[in-house]
């Protein structure tokens, strides 16, 4: 539904996106990641037409957003980063006037109008001036916004920044309600929301895409991922050695905890997966209990860190 | 050409959703009497017409207008919206015009409201009706000009006071091209024959000569080619500054 090409964009001296390209489906919730200017909002402009592409071009619903913007414009819904909203107008006239430019009228546009305030639960504060609303209600005022003719693609820039958690959930949950039905950008800094809604998550960094892959294989290229855990009484150094000796064990390392004799013993091995029995024999032989044992998911965040500042070193 | 309407209504709709409009209809009305009847002598000069009143409208303008135009886009540039509009399925012209013609609008009613003047001379005298109907036709085409170059410098930055003092320096220009003391200076270097011409560039005097009547086609072409020029300036400005 969504095609980028070779996409490039230049601000003066400065190549803010560098030759971007990847393709998004129906029923894909993309997760746009990256560090602060990294190229994530400036490639949403392109897509939604409100910036020119210097080379390259994106195909979005099968129409090329360097041939026809408007037929684009039509097609997407668009919740510009930091939610910027007539704060003149109350929040009735703001959709109601939304709705015209859509081309609803009359009826249809009043009837549009009370849908999305349904989906957005903003029947609270109709009448209510937008420069008094408080920011979850403006979120989800521009949220409406972009959801009001039910666009197939839906292209969201930060749309939970600034919101308190249950805000975040209430907004994640009306994004992942969408999902099936259409053709979901979003870009967040947050990476428990890549993994809470998103389909796939593609990390940019400098205009260039350095990962793109579901949440769950981000996570695998963890170093930590797949690795073991345990919480163990006994002095670190002398089972750093002890642990190492066994098969399929690759790497050991042991922090003492500051206060209890407990130490955190990592495991990392080289085959699939871990040799948990050996470990526990050889830990119970030395009389050393074991307090609790965790097999590591891997973080998202070290994930994302290590990718961004690799690329960085190399520049 | 329907989101025209659309944006026309929602631009109209701002003035008078802030208290800009109601101060700059009350600050216009007062200094349009006050002037006439203070400043030029209305009773003095003992003549049932408008001159004494419409004489200040360029003057008035020249302050006034760029205050009323220059909200329209710096303020959705440092708001942001200007990126939802954008992103919207409307055309720059559409909203170029709509918030163009919602702000002529705005200034006709504020220039409407002073029709007791009308009615004062009336009382008074027997004044030319057809005078001062070509009086408020020159004023209002004069105002559209004044306001297609606020519109142009508002595109141009995201400071309202900036668009202000840009939308008056080059509306100046226009009112001191023709004005006399300026067309004197000019007079003692410029052949005769250019001096016409630059005089043809200024506002005033395509104003006076509407105003004393005379209903000259290439008066109109005039104020309508300067509402032109500056609105396609316009276009251009939003088009090359949009990810500013």
Redesign the interface.
């Known amino acids: 539904m969504i095609e980028v090409r070779k996409l490039v964009k230049d ?1 003066g001296p400065i190549r803010a996106v560098d030759g971007i390209c990847f393709k998004v489906g129906k029923g894909e919730i993309l997760g746009f990641l990256g560090p602060n200017g990294a190229g994530k909002s400036t490639t949403m ?1 392109i897509l ?4 020119p592409p210097t080379s390259g071009t994106a195909i979005v619903g099968e129409v090329d957003v360097r041939k026809d913007s ?1 037929a684009v ?2 097609k ?1 819904g ?1 919740l ?3 939610t ?6 109350d929040v009735l ?1 703001f959709l109601r ?2 709705a ?4 609803f009228r009359g009826e249809e546009a009043a009837a549009a109008v009370d849908r999305v305030m349904a989906s957005c639960r903003l029947e609270r504060v109709r009448h209510q001036s937008i420069d008094t609303l408080s920011k979850g209600f403006r979120q989800r005022v521009g949220f409406a ?1 972009a959801i009001l003719h039910d666009p197939p693609v839906l292209i969201l820039d930060e749309p939970t920044d600034g919101l308190d958690p249950n805000q975040k959930h209430e907004v994640r949950d009306l994004i992942k309600s969408m999902g099936k039905e259409k053709c979901i950008i979003l870009s967040t800094h947050i990476l428990e929301e890549v993994e809470a809604v998103c389909t796939r998550a593609i990390i940019i960094d400098r205009g260039r895409i350095v990962a793109d892959e579901t949440p769950e294989g981000l996570r695998r290229r963890s170093r930590q991922h797949g690795a073991l855990q345990l919480l163990v009484e006994a002095d670190g150094a002398a089972m750093e050695n002890e642990l190492a000796e066994l098969d399929g064990v690759e790497k050991v390392t042991c922090e003492a905890l500051d206060d209890s004799k407990l130490c955190r013993v990592r495991i990392y091995s080289s085959a699939d997966s871990i040799p948990l029995q050996p470990v526990l024999d050889r830990l119970a032989g030395k009389k050393c209990p074991v307090r609790e044992v965790t097999l590591l998911k891997g973080s998202l965040d070290e994930v994302f860190r290590s990718i961004t500042r690799k690329e960085g070193a190399a520049a | 050409m329907k989101n025209f309407w659309v944006i026309l209504k929602r631009e109209l709709a701002a003035y008078f959703n802030s208290p800009i409009a109601y101060v700059f209809i009350i600050i216009f009305l007062m200094l349009s009497a006050g002037f006439t009847f203070f400043v030029s002598g209305f009773y003095d000069t003992n003549q049932a017409d408008l001159r004494a009143f419409f004489s200040w409208h360029p003057w008035l303008y020249l302050f006034l207008i760029p205050s009323a135009s220059m909200r329209l886009w710096a303020e959705e540039r440092r708001s942001g919206t200007v990126e939802l509009l954008l992103t919207l399925p409307v055309t720059l012209a559409d909203v170029v015009l709509g918030k163009f013609v919602a702000s002529w609008l705005f200034v006709g009613l504020a220039l409407f409201l002073t029709f007791p003047m009308v009615f004062t001379v009336a009382y008074l005298g027997a004044p030319d009706g057809g005078v001062i109907l070509a009086g408020y036709l020159g004023s209002f085409l004069m105002a559209g000009a004044y306001l297609a170059i606020g519109c142009a410098a508002s595109a141009l930055t995201r400071n309202q006071v900036v668009a202000f003092i840009l939308a008056v320096v080059v509306s100046l220009l226009f009112v001191l091209v023709g004005f006399g003391v300026f067309t004197g200076i000019l007079a003692s270097f410029l052949p005769s024959g250019l001096l016409d011409l630059v005089a043809q560039l200024g506002f005033i005097t395509h104003f006076d000569s509407i105003q004393r009547g005379v209903l000259d086609s290439r008066d109109l072409l005039y104020f309508l080619s300067v509402m032109g020029w500056m609105l396609a300036a316009n276009v251009v400005i939003l088009e090359a500054r949009r990810g500013e």
């Open positions: 601000f402009k939604t037409c409100f910036l408007l414009r039509r997407v668009y510009p980063e930091g910027p909203l007539y704060s003149d107008m006239g006037f939304v015209e430019v859509r081309g916004q």
